[in-house]
Nanobody, 124 residues
């Protein structure tokens, strides 16, 4: 069983930056695909970014060029660096972990483990 704990959320002005962290415990971290989803009020959970065990990265269209996902296997931690934040980035951000070959990286169903979420609010 993998436990995921997010940190780093908060309130920031438009144009600002935040870095989210997700500490994982249980399982073999380096084997898992990791990712971030987000959910705004009244909307579905959407992929933000994902990173395979081999460090290949993928991004949702709305964050390409602004967000960067990375992982530190020695620290069992995945990060999401967010730059040039916009009010539409406001959402609860969830860290996720999935076993390899679980399906599309963009699908919520491909991830077996979810963190509790951290709120990111971007003011205009």
């Amino acid at each position: 069983q993998v436990q995921l704990v997010e940190s780093g959320g908060g309130l920031v002005q438009a144009g600002g930056s935040l870095r989210l962290s997700c500490a994982a415990s249980g399982g073999t971290f380096s084997n898992y695909r990791m990712g971030w989803f987000r959910q705004a009020p009244g909307k579905a959970r959407d992929i933000v970014a994902a990173i395979r065990s081999g460090a290949t990265t993928y991004y949702g269209d709305s964050v390409k060029g602004r967000f960067t996902i990375s992982r530190d296997n020695a620290k069992n931690t995945v990060y999401l660096q967010m730059l040039s934040l916009k009010p539409e980035d406001t959402a609860v951000y969830y860290c996720v972990a999935g076993v390899p070959l679980s399906g599309s990286l963009y699908s919520t169903g491909s991830y077996q483990y979810w963190g509790q979420g951290t709120q990111v609010t971007v003011s205009s």
